[in-house]
């Protein structure tokens, strides 16, 4: 299992939801820690790479099992 | 880099026309865009306090309706007295188990996310709305208050 800071569940939630949600916890994250997030939305895929390249933060991870996508997000 | 913008105007009163103007809002400003929504005429349903938005299968050909009715059931029939508020509560109801946010939920998210809100002024007046019937977090303003925000923006979207 990859390591990281903070992990934000956001299983059961719908767009734009994960993104805002994952949003409000890169806040709270200094430069470099790695957040985590669970979500079951098949949306939010494409959505999380996008959201990565348009921030600067970078996604170092984006896998799926089980129908759950896990996505490793490091602050930029 | 300068912030991106984002204008947007919202004209529709309708829950299901409420989404993209608070969907495309929250987003951007969680991407980093500076963001601004200018309601005006039905728009302005969408910053009232209290919000009684519905959905209408009313001249709405593209609605889909449970058992098929929108293949079947005769348009003139979606003009019956309650049918409105029908459809409106399976909307909530459908919107609710996918997991899809409430319009108050993402409102609340733009003005967290500190989205400019504009009422139309002069909609206002002619709907003869009141100000405290609207939510706290918006400034009043006209159309040059919206191209003040809107000319240089990058995107800009009529909703």
Known sequence: ?76 | MADKKLAIIATKGTLDWAYPPFILASTASALGYQTCIFFTFYGLQLIKKRLTLKVSPLGNPGMPMPMGMDKWFPVIGTAIPGMESMMTGMMKQKIKAKGVASIEELRDLCIEADVRLVGCQMTIDLFDMKREDLIDNIELGGAATFFEFAGDADVTLFI
């Open chain 1, 1 to 76: 299992m990859a390591e990281f800071d903070q992990e934000l569940d956001a299983r059961g939630l719908n767009c734009p939801l994960p993104i805002l949600r994952a949003k409000k916890a890169l806040n709270d994250l200094s430069s470099g820690q790695v957040l985590r997030i669970i979500a079951t939305d098949p949306g939010s895929v494409k959505d999380f790479d996008a959201f990565a390249q348009q921030t600067g933060n970078q996604l170092l991870e984006s896998t799926e099992a089980d129908g759950e996508f896990q996505f490793l997000l490091r602050k930029g």
